[in-house]
T-cell receptor, first 110, second 113 residues
């Protein structure tokens, strides 16, 4: 079953913050975050493994709540280059593969 | 390094025709994946492979077959194309499973008329 992402879409002004959530009905082994620009392939942002860790680089960070079976992606002081569709991918069970959410479309405007 | 490459980039098929999509990676990754992406549906896993000579079904395997005869190549076949298989197909690879990032190829846009 696909993880549920929220919101489905968000529009920001440059410099504003955003949070994208990813919830699973299954116990999580890992959570991946990817960004995809229109007409391009998804690009890896970060992985979080079970243990409740938080990761970040630059102004993008993420948390992983194993108990709640959810992850959140935080984008601070958004830039125009952050525009795109963000996907979470969850690893469960055998940890061989990911199941991706349906995506959150983020648009950053001037 | 070229990373992950896919051939062809675009293809138009008539219903009932067959074709093979080729994915190649030069990173010595064990795991390879085929996804399809449709508007509003995200990425859905068709088949995957955890090593040379192995394949397994994903979420939406019907109508597709795969082979991994060489570690660096993963082939996706459509034996009898249907309009419902119109989609963008992405191949990806990773070092080992869900603990490692996936590297995606540029995609193949397939239209079945």
């Amino acid at each position: 079953q696909q993880p549920v992402q929220s919101p489905q879409a968000v529009i920001l002004r440059e410099g504003e913050d955003a949070v994208i959530n990813c919830s699973s009905s299954k116990a999580l082994y890992s959570v991946h975050w990817y960004r995809q620009k229109h007409g391009e392939a998804p690009v890896f942002l970060m992985i979080l493994l079970k243990g409740g860790e938080q990761k970040g680089h630059d102004k993008i960070s993420a948390s992983f709540n194993e108990k709640k079976q959810q992850s959140s992606l935080y984008l601070t002081a958004s830039q125009l280059s952050y525009s795109g569709t963000y996907f979470c991918g969850i690893g469960t069970g055998t940890a061989s593969k990911l199941t991706f959410g349906t995506g959150t479309r983020l648009q950053v405007t001037l | 390094n070229a990373g992950v490459t896919q051939t062809p980039k675009f293809r138009v098929l008539k219903t009932g025709q067959s074709m093979t999509l080729l994915c190649a990676q030069d990173m010595n990754h064990e795991y390879m994946y085929w996804y399809r992406q449709d508007p509003g549906m995200g990425l859905r896993l068709i088949h995957y492979s955890v090593g040379e000579g192995t394949t397994a079904k994903g979420e939406v395997p019907d109508g597709y077959n795969v082979s991994r005869l060489k570690k660096q190549n993963f082939l996706l076949g459509l034996e009898s194309a249907a309009p419902s298989q119109t989609s963008v197909y992405f191949c990806a690879s990773s070092y080992l499973g869900a603990s490692y990032e996936q590297y995606f190829g540029p995609g193949t846009r397939l239209t079945v008329t």
